[in-house]
């Protein structure tokens, strides 16, 4: 098992993978997925395997090659010559599509004479040569590349995520001459950067742990991430308090910085604060001021989001000096609630209107009425006015089964006269008591 070396820089301006460095290092050999690319007109992707090229110009590596626009190939390079496409007895290229299952290795089977071999296990070809090589076999790598093409750097196509497979190194590393299963970790990544060093442009994820088959790992072109989502604000005084959701989409690298904005009088908005959780707290707002906030999200790899959906949000006035802070009167209680009463609603055998007064002394409001039948009329229930005796010919008739509207909750003693319809009540004839109580 060869371990990993460390490297003197993990930033590269075309090359995203993994990298081990060491002596002895005879060969090198892994799997990949063809990935689909997309981009513009002079963007570019490779994916392969090699050994040197690391601390040295000498570089010998067989892989794919994904162009937008142009499509898939597979070729083979041995440095400083150009690449070589790989073509069938026929002289057409031989077929690569994106999602073939792709094996590859570059060993050296004798001193100076290397093979070359790669194998498009979904097409069901290979490609198998020997040739000459001499290079100090320094490094191996496992590599998503944006290539020079006639000369030119170009720019990495989005090649979404690729994952590589099956690593494993040619060597004499104390054991005998053999394949090792590599050991890479973390300090292995290389990521690949614009020119200024300002963004990633692609990276590798960390690698599986060693096994018999040779570690595994993913390579991601890495873009913008979405804005932040759910961005509400609430206030405390001279205080704004934002809170949004992280993104949906980090951009292939994790979020770590949250940019908050405020709206300018032209619509854009200016950074006023970064902060690294989904809150931020602002102070020394102007009392009656209204203001409107966005926030965008930035990825580990540099890159911004645009600004989420803004939110708006006006800092409260403060009262006058010496004044009591305002009140939230507690909800109005029901107009009425129901209630049920039970006693007598004729008295001396007089069919008509019965009142029913609470007992509040001899000028308690009236609150119900009690109608027995009266000629013809069904029997009804009459609601009174609250500071006498209903107008006479007036009332709000309801079945006199139903529940009789009353004051809220509680209940007591009330009496009843007897009266005729329309006309007022019998207040010299005795009363009768009655009973109610609140639904």
Not at 370 to 386: K, M, N, P, Q
Request: some cysteine.
């Amino acid at each position: 098992m060869v371990s990993g070396g460390h490297l003197d820089a993990t930033l590269s301006s075309n090359w995203s993978g993994l990298v081990t460095t060491g002596s002895n290092i005879q060969g090198a050999e892994g799997a990949w997925t063809v990935p689909a690319v997309t981009g513009a007109s002079g963007t570019d992707s490779a994916s392969w395997v090699g050994v040197d090229g690391v601390t040295s110009s000498d570089l010998i590596q067989t892989g794919t090659a994904q162009t937008p626009g142009l499509g898939y190939s597979a070729w083979w390079e041995i440095l400083p010559a150009p690449s070589v496409t790989i073509v069938t007895l026929t002289g057409a290229a031989a077929p690569v599509a994106p999602g073939d299952s792709m094996l590859a290795s570059v060993e050296e089977v004798q001193p100076g004479t290397w093979t070359i071999y790669i194998a498009d296990q979904t097409q069901n070809w290979y490609f198998q040569n020997n040739f000459s090589y001499s290079g100090p076999g320094s490094s191996a790598e496992w590599i998503e590349e944006a290539p020079t093409d006639n000369g030119q750097q170009t720019l990495p196509a989005d090649f979404g995520t690729v994952q590589f497979s099956e690593t494993g190194v040619y060597g004499n590393f104390g054991s005998g001459a053999g394949w090792y299963t590599t050991d890479m970790t973390a300090g292995n990544e290389v990521d690949m950067v614009n020119s200024s060093g300002t963004l990633i442009l692609a990276a590798p994820g960390a690698p599986t742990p060693p096994a018999n088959g040779g570690q595994s790992f993913s390579d991601t072109y890495i873009l913008p991430p979405d804005p932040p989502s759910g961005l509400a604000a609430t206030t405390n005084g001279t205080n704004v308090t934002l809170t949004w959701q992280a993104p949906a989409f980090s951009g292939g690298l994790p979020t770590n910085t949250y940019i908050v904005g405020q709206q300018q009088p032209d619509g854009s908005y200016s950074p006023i604060g970064t902060v690294s959780s989904t809150s931020a707290t602002l102070s020394n707002a102007t009392a009656g001021a209204t203001y409107t906030y966005a926030v965008a999200a930035q990825n580990t790899g540099g890159w911004v989001s645009n600004y989420s959906l803004p939110t708006t949000v006006t800092a409260p006035v403060a009262p006058p000096a010496g004044s009591s802070p305002p009140t939230t009167a507690p909800p109005a209680p029901p107009a009425h609630s129901c209630v049920t009463i039970s006693g007598a609603t004729h008295i001396y055998g007089v069919h008509g209107i019965a009142w029913v007064n609470h007992v509040k002394g001899d000028y308690g409001p009236w609150n119900v009425a009690i109608a027995a039948r009266v000629g013809a009329h069904d029997s009804v229930v009459i609601a009174t006015s609250e500071w006498g005796h209903y107008p006479p010919g007036h009332g709000l008739y309801v079945s006199a089964a139903s529940p009789i509207p009353m004051p809220a909750g509680g209940s007591g003693t009330a009496k009843v006269y007897a009266g005729v319809h329309g006309a007022a009540p019998f207040t010299a004839t005795p009363a009768v008591d009655i009973t109610w109580s609140g639904c």
